[in-house]
């Protein structure tokens, strides 16, 4: 159905020029030379002949050939990319047009709407929306008739369609229809099927349409219907080697042979061969007279063209040579080049003749974009030319182009520490850490140091030595790098054994170390088993002897180190807990703890010293202990020196105390800073 409309029209141009076509002309040949013509050279071109009215239809067919195949691209294009976004080059307007025609039916489908073309727009693009809608589109005399399901049916064109009882709306039973459902009425639903379908008699399935056997399809002469699911396609008949496509019989058919002079028409007859197209059909000056199957040679009484004569020998015209005669205008007579019917002046190499002043003239060669290439300027001289590179460049072997100087190999470049040759010149580079001096040779050191002094935490987290090209970390004295190199990490001296005394306790500091002897005082001995701690020599005391009560039944010996100014908030900690005692657990005892700070020994002027309200002594959930808390940050460097006292009671009586003797160290560094505080 997509060709009736230009069906129509061949079929009015060939009524119309009746007249002008030969009795017997098979005008289905003519179109389908037309056909032949696009699919052989994709081009249609109008050639004028003695069958001017075939010649006509060819051309039509081949353009109506043409605008399928666009459109069919169009359709292809909106199928595949669901756009036509990439059709907007000059020339595919038809292929554009078919591709927004077929997006346009294929949307109306999804829409589950009947496939009715927009009313303004053009016949071809009706013919693509239809076809991508599934829609029949235009009335077919091969219509069956609608068959009659449940009590009322209705005739669509190009359409097969049935009313069905039914309660059901199409959105509650999709089984009520199989290809299209129309439920627009409130009072029944209609089933139909697609182009290319009929209804089957159960009024909701459909079967395809075989329009081959039907003989509905429109595939032209040359080709073969074949059959396909809701539609069909053409395919181009070949025939044997030896054969040909008859469009009269429909079938092939030898090739016909022809007698010399002659050869095989498009129509399968003998056609006459015009010799006179062939070059050298007849000899110079002589004129050729085709006839029906030969040609023959006609030569004038007396006339040469120029630059031949007549021979008195073979009546013939042959060449003259103007060289030899001396009749040329050429400046020297070793110049003169003959030619056949003519002559020449050869200039010697630079120059070229000519003919108005009849002199040699120099050839500006440079204006050919090919007489110098690559990276060079032409410069013209007379007889000659030569190229001039620009800098940078030097000529290569055939003189006519350039190539790079590499300044760095051939040592021409002045750069402190790397060359780098680039097209036509070089640059100055510097090895890691330097920079490239203003003169752009020479190399500086870059101080790292002092660069990122002030970025965060620097690059070292000690001190930063600037070296050439380079730069190394130093810790402070207590600490070593860490093996990145750059952080600084806290030498256990106690790990080594730096304290050698048996009775030494090596305390590691942050930054440093202690090394502590602990000495009883009089009336205590060191406990065997505890290395720090002192026990009373009288363990019992009478009950009315208060100064042995009084006196602390052991000392505990407690060494702690601390950075300095640790802010223990950052760790969501109101208070960091240093040591935790705990009393006996029995029902009847009970203790008192008590705080007394003893000394404070400063490390240098300046330092903040712990007071009292540094501490706070927490009694624990369980049985008589309690933890001894730093509620504020202590600045070093700087020694405490704090008795944590337990006063034990029996039943009520007062039965003795012990003290935890507790030294702390505060560091003169502050954690991850190695700048003494």
Known sequence: ?????????????????????????????????????????KKCLFSENNDIACARITTVCCLTALYETKCDEGKSVAVAEENCEGLDAPGREHTKECCHCCLLGRETLKRNEACTPPSHVSRRCKQAFVSCCGDGGEP?????????????????????????????????????????CDDSDPTMVRCSCRAGFRLNSDGRTCSDIDECMLGTHNCGPGFTCRNAHGSFRCERRLCPTGQQWNSDSQRCVASVTCSPGFHPGSDGTCQDVNECHLPDACPSGQKCRNTQGSY??????????????????????????????????????NMCVNTVGSYHCRCPTGYRFNPSTKQCE??????????????????????????????????????????????????????????????????????????????????????ECALYKFQGSGLCAGQCINTPGSFECR??????????????????????????????????????????????????????????????????????????LHSPVSLLYNYISLPSNVNFQDFGLSALPLITLKGPSDLDTS??????????????????????????????????????????PLQGPQDVVLDLIMHFHHSGTFGGRSTAKIFLFVSAFKENNFTEM
Not at 302 to 315: K, Q
């Open 1 to 41: 159905m997509r060709l009736q409309t230009f069906a129509a029209l061949l079929l009015s141009f060939w009524h119309t020029c009746d007249i002008h076509v030969a009795s017997g002309r098979n005008v289905g040949a003519c179109c389908l030379s037309g056909r032949k013509m696009y699919a052989a050279s």
């Open 140 to 180: 077919s005399d091969n219509d069956d008739k609608v068959r009659t399901f449940s009590a009322m049916t209705t005739e669509v064109n190009a359409r097969y369609t049935a009313t069905v009882s039914s309660s059901g709306r199409c959105s509650e039973d999709k089984n009520l229809c199989e290809q299209i």
């Open 296 to 333: 023959y040679c006609e030569k004038p009484e007396n006339s040469c063209p120029s630059g031949y004569e007549m021979s008195t020998v073979s009546g013939n015209c042959i060449d003259i040579d103007e060289c030899s005669r001396g009749t040329h205008t050429c400046p020297d007579a």
């Open 362 to 447: 120099d050839v500006d060669e440079c204006q050919s974009p090919q007489a110098c290439l690559h990276h060079s300027t032409c410069e013209n001289t007379i007889g000659s030319f030569h190229c001039v590179c620009h800098p940078g460049y030097q000529q290569s072997e055939d003189r006519r182009s350039c190539v790079d100087i590499d300044e760095c190999r051939q040592n021409l470049a002045s750069c402190h520490q790397r060359c780098v040759n680039t097209p036509g010149s070089y640059q100055c580079a510097c090895e890691r850490g330097y920079t490239l001096g203003v003169d752009g040779s020479t190399c500086l050191d870059i101080d």
């Open 475 to 548: 810790c402070p004295h207590g600490f070593q790098l860490g093996k990145d190199g750059r952080t600084c990490e806290d030498i256990d001296e106690c790990a080594n054994g730096i304290c050698s005394g048996h009775d030494q306790i090596c305390i590691n500091m942050y930054g440093g170390y202690k090394c502590e002897r602990i000495v009883c005082p009089p009336n205590y001995v060191k406990d065997t088993r505890f290395k720090n701690r002192c026990n009373r020599l009288s363990q019992t005391c009478s009950p009315f002897d208060h100064q042995c």
């Open 591 to 632: 203790v008192q703890y008590e705080l007394q700070l003893l000394e404070t020994r400063l490390g240098r002027h300046g330092v903040r010293p712990a007071t009292r309200a540094s501490f706070a002594v927490q009694k624990m959930s369980g049985p008589n202990s309690a933890v001894l808390n730093l509620v504020e």
